[in-house]
Nanobody
Framework: QVQLVESGGGSVQAGGSLRLSCAAS????????MGWFRQAPGKEREFVAA????????YYAGSVKGRSTISRDNAKNTMYLQMNSLKPEDTAVYYC???????????????????WGQGTQVSVSS
């Protein structure tokens, strides 16, 4: 089973930045499309950003586009989400996920992902 562990969450003021990391285990990690999702208190989990296995195809939710950058370093089995100009509405638990399939394009549907991390809390104060 592929294991995913998020880190880098924390509390910041509006306008600040955070870099989330997702460390993965698994022999075929470099062939998996990856993504980030988030869940705010009292709300459903929503898509944030995704990246294909090659790292040359990305997709962002409109709410974070222009403020966030998803990337991956397959040699280190790690995926990242750099978030800038954070807003209070970005407050949520952020989850990383892996598809288990070598998609050539980024995936943005939750049911396309097979593996999930436990999440890391991001809190943005106004």
């Amino acid at each position: 089973q592929v294991q995913l562990v998020e880190s880098g969450g924390g509390s910041v003021q509006a306008g600040g930045s955070l870099r989330l990391s997702c460390a993965a285990s698994g022999r075929t990690f470099s062939r998996y499309a990856m993504g980030w999702f988030r869940q705010a208190p009292g709300k459903e989990r929503e898509f944030v950003a995704a990246i294909n296995w090659r790292g040359d195809s990305t997709y962002y939710a409109g709410s974070v586009k222009g403020r966030s950058t998803i990337s991956r370093d397959n040699a280190k089995n790690t995926m990242y989400l750099q978030m800038n100009s954070l807003k209070p509405e970005d407050t949520a638990v952020y989850y990383c996920a892996a598809t288990g399939s070598p998609y050539y394009t980024a995936r943005y549907y939750q049911n396309e992902y097979s593996y999930w991390g436990q999440g890391t809390q991001v809190s943005v104060s106004s």
